[in-house]
């Protein structure tokens, strides 16, 4: 075993949020399901992280009830599970001595925001010298608003705002710059059909 799948913040936290209804892909989690099957019959590792940001009173404080896996992901009891407060999963756990003690030396990493913790943890996982497949439409976000935009604002002030940036336009950004620089990108399709391939 030389492979992980890194399954990032596929979490309750965020439909829990108004802002859900704007996600990118809101049956993300199908899309996961299928890498880790995909990952279990290869005997790679599966880890599942999840964002927490305790004493917050948000969707992120653990003692809300929603920073847990959402309903339709299937864990297994031998696959860790950590929780990170920080954007990458690497700076606040035990990731990576995880993933050395088992030698992995590969990562496919998946999960919520492609822009944010999914993008940041692929950065730094091609730093520390890990090979990344980032897999873009097991990835979801939302859209994002100009950085002049006034805060509090309502989703559909959000989306009537034409400096608003779409999911879309965010998913294709971040597949440019990770692009050949820190990862492959790659679809579900394609690593099926390669695993296929080597089966």
Not at 28 to 51: K, T
Not at 87 to 92: E, L, Q, S, V, Y
Not at 158 to 163: E, G, K, Q, T
């Amino acid at each position: 075993m030389t492979r992980a799948l890194i399954v990032i913040d596929v979490q309750e936290s965020f439909r829990a949020r108004p802002l859900w209804e704007t996600t990118s892909d809101p049956k993300v989690a199908e899309q996961v399901n299928r890498l880790v099957r995909l990952a279990r019959r290869a005997g790679d590792l599966v880890v599942w992280v999840l964002h927490s940001e305790p004493g917050s009173g948000d969707v992120f404080d653990p003692a809300l009830g929603h920073v847990r896996l959402m309903a339709e992901l299937e864990r297994r009891d031998e696959e860790p599970l950590i929780h990170k407060t920080s954007h990458n999963a690497f700076t606040t756990t035990n990731l990576q001595q995880l993933l050395t003690e088992r030698g992995i030396r590969e990562l496919t990493v998946c999960g919520i925001r492609t822009e944010q913790c999914v993008e940041t943890t692929t950065r730094v996982a091609s730093d520390l010298g890990y090979q990344v497949t980032f897999v873009t439409d097991a990835t979801a976000t939302h859209p994002i608003p100009h950085r002049d935009a006034p805060a509090g604002r309502s989703v559909a002030e959000l989306l009537a705002d034409p400096r608003t940036l779409s999911a879309e336009e965010v998913i294709r950004r971040t597949e440019y710059a990770l692009a050949g620089r820190f990862a492959t990108i790659a679809t579900v399709d394609q690593l099926e059909a390669a695993a296929g391939l080597r089966a």
